[in-house]
């Protein structure tokens, strides 16, 4: 559902990292945006179609992915509060490469292509913000590519327990997510999760894990299927 330009002042009021996104913009910009509010699985975007609007996320989790033929999801990113969201398709109104979808309720900012331009050009601020946020998206999904290249999945699920269980050694797990996170079937993250439970290295409880020999889990997540530099 979509509200006014009041709404979107109170947003910017109530959120600091939007009122740093938007303080510069032109007033007769800032009356174009619209406030989107959607439950979890409402708001989506669909790949290979195109769309008029940029999108910012003030609240909640948007997934960004691709899809296999088969159906089976690969996530690329989690946006968050500040993330632009058809960025790269909205300049030459191309099909979107990826699908996006809420998993959360969230709240998000909508501006039509042809006031965005206008913005982008008037204020600095925002376009070297946009600028920023282009090339950040440009190095993670470079450092996740190498990532999936150099490791296996046994080592990528891993690191995925040594970053997620960093404080308490304890990881609220959904299997199908991790699936989707890693580019795989469920089934092939059960496989590892089993052979790290036999090993002695995780231990199950309910849909949490917890991490039973951190040294040997981590050094588990640092070995290299592969590395250029030490066949050299």
Known sequence: MARGIDDV?????????IYELLKGCPYEVLKEFSVV???KGEFRLNQGQVYDSLYIVVSGL???????????KYTLAIYKQGNYIGEH??????PYSCFVEAISDVVLLRLKREPFIR?????????????????????????KAGTDTLYSLRQRICQYLVAAAARDRRVALDREELGE????????????????????????EGHDIVIRDW????????KRVYDFYERK
């Not at 002042?9 to 990292?17: D, L, N």
């Not at 052979?195 to 231990?203: A, P, Y």
């Open 89 to 94: 398709e909205i300049f030459d109104q191309r």
């Open 181 to 204: 996170l890693m580019g795989v079937a469920t089934r092939s993250v059960n496989r590892i999760l089993k052979s790290l439970r036999e090993e002695g290295l995780i231990v199950a």
């Open 119 to 143: 913005w982008l050009g008037q204020d600095r601020q925002i376009s070297d913000s946009f600028t920023r946020s282009l090339c950040h998206q440009i190095y993670m999904l470079s450092e």
């Open 62 to 72: 948007v997934r960004i992915y691709v899809m296999t033929e088969s159906g089976r």
């Open 37 to 39: 509010r959607c439950r």
């Open 215 to 222: 040294p040997a889990l981590q050094d588990e997540s640092e």
């Open 9 to 17: 002042i109170t947003i910017i009021e109530q959120e600091r990292g």
